[in-house]
């Protein structure tokens, strides 16, 4: 039995009236168990080999949670896809080659009989890369025996024990969203999920139902949940997790305003699996910033390290150091510079500073373009736009060369914000053209699309 699995037993023996839960099913964590290891059992009767790949395509549900202990009891290798994927569901199906797939019908073989199994090398799950680039889908794997030694640590640096009630409104497709399925499982604590639209857009009021202690939701989320506030919905969270390579001042401060006692910026990358590095704020006072990006601590948690590493274009990137380095993407990923894997450690591809002993992410190489002889990061642009107009925007290179900044509300006016840009960067920054649009065009994780931001731009230019 791996150390995974063996911790999860040893809390659901001792967790007294903790519950995984959805809108109509609560389970304690005993249940939850017996139900896992039976299905652990039917997945062993149907394959034929070690470490069989399920794919599970359920919202976010008990059931979906019963699954992910299934794979940890069992040894299994898992990946969780969304209902709503449609296309890019069939495209990692039709990549990953599971074993099997969950749905709401049933557990189905999916090879074709005859095929050669996919053997992932070892038992784990398998996170998708988030799309922002429109590429292909991209599977990593992150082993059982990975998350084992990360979760005391995870759970340490975010306060979740068996008294917390953690509340997960993203579904686990999202890597983060998964890891903390895990971390509040390994620690005996309760978790609530939900597959409701609903409860994204309007997290306070899903987080109040369930008395939750803990959240996680993607730094954009910030806003929504600020408006919730701002109609008299209670928020009485007392640790607001976050993905912190785009985590702005602004947004912190909107979260800590909301009145929960602590803010954790955590860093890290689906390769290495959780994070490596968290700075905990429980104050707008504390807060450390730099070019408008939330500091994410020293770079060490437990036996992960982040470190900055020369990029070659006279800037440095963040490389994550792990014990559980693994060989790279399970399927897709050819070609691309970032992330790169290398011995004992990911160079993840974002650009990183060290300020203080904290520090900060600043954005990806990716959104460095050369113009002028010099480089440009686009969310530079992006930074002064939402410094002197406390708004949101988009900034891309279309395939012509030019750039294009998309403005979030159509109420700007968009010689005003050229005008008071001209003041604030180079003649070579600014933007060739300036664009509002209602809402940036953004992936279920919260993430701006970045292909659809240039679909965006380029039809723009085609119609000027």
């Known amino acids: 039995m791996g150390a995974l699995a063996e911790r999860l037993r040893a809390v659901a023996a001792r967790a007294g009236g903790s519950v995984v839960a959805d809108v109509r099913v609560s389970l304690t964590l005993p249940d ?17 080999g070690p470490r069989p790949v399920v794919a ?26 969304d209902t709503a994927g449609g ?21 189905h073989p999916h090879r074709a009989r005859g095929a050669p199994r ?32 990360f979760a005391p640590h995870g759970a340490a640096a975010l306060d979740v024990d068996a008294s917390a ?60 949940a600020a408006a919730e506030a701002g109609r008299g919905t209670p928020c009485s969270v007392r640790v607001w997790g976050s993905g912190g390579d785009r985590l702005t001042r602004a947004q912190a401060v909107t979260v800590l ?35 408008g990006s939330v500091g994410i601590g020293p770079g060490a948690l437990g036996p992960w390290r982040v470190a900055l590493v020369p990029d070659g274009v006279g800037s440095d990137v963040m490389a994550v150091h792990s014990p559980h380095v693994g060989a790279g993407y399970l399927f897709g990923g050819g070609g691309q510079d970032y992330p790169r894997w290398e011995q004992g450690r990911v160079v993840t591809g974002d650009l990183g500073v060290a300020d203080g002993g904290v520090l900060f992410c600043l954005g990806r190489v990716g959104r460095l373009v050369k113009r002028s002889a010099s480089f440009v990061n686009l969310d530079d642009v ?19 060369g030019s750039l ?22 180079a003649p070579s920054v600014l933007p060739d053209v300036l664009l509002a649009v209602a809402t940036l065009p953004r992936l279920g994780n919260g993430k701006t699309d970045q292909a659809g931001a240039v679909r965006i731009a380029e039809a723009a230019l085609q119609r000027a």
Not at 56 to 80: E, I, Y
Not at 199 to 215: E, I, K, Q, S
Not at 274 to 289: D, H, K, N
Request: charged fraction near 20%.
């Open 32 to 48: 939850l168990v017996r139900r896992a290891d039976e299905v652990a059992r039917e997945v062993d009767r149907a394959v034929t």
């Open 118 to 149: 996919r053997d992932p090398g070892a038992a784990g799950y398998v996170a998708m890369s988030s799309g922002t680039t429109g590429s292909a889908p991209k599977g990593v794997l992150t082993s059982w025996a990975c998350l084992a030694d």
């Open 257 to 291: 305003g909301l009145g929960p006692a602590t803010l954790v910026n955590t860093y890290g990358t689906s390769e290495t699996a959780g994070f490596a590095s968290a700075a905990a704020y429980a104050s707008v006072e504390e807060l450390r910033s730099r070019d």
């Open 87 to 107: 296309a890019r569901t069939a495209a990692v199906l039709a990549a990953l080659a599971p074993d099997l797939v969950v749905d709401r019908t049933g557990l």
């Open 165 to 224: 009630r953690w509340g997960e409104p993203t579904h686990p497709s999202y890597d983060l969203a998964l890891t903390n399925w895990v971390l509040a499982l390994a620690a005996g604590a309760s978790l609530h999920v939900s597959g409701s639209l609903a409860d994204r857009v309007r997290p306070l009021a899903f987080l109040a139902r369930r008395g939750a202690t803990h959240v996680r939701l993607a730094p954009g989320y910030a806003d929504l």
């Open 56 to 81: 599970v395509v359920l919202p976010s549900s008990v059931d979906s949670v019963v699954q992910l202990a299934a794979a940890v009891l069992g040894g299994h290798t898992v990946c969780f896809l």
């Open 404 to 425: 294009v900044t998309l403005v979030e509300g159509e109420g700007q006016t968009m010689a005003a914000v050229r005008e008071q840009l001209a003041t604030r960067v």
């Open 382 to 400: 992006d930074a002064v736009v939402r410094d002197l107009r406390g708004v949101a925007s988009f900034t891309v290179a279309t395939r012509d």
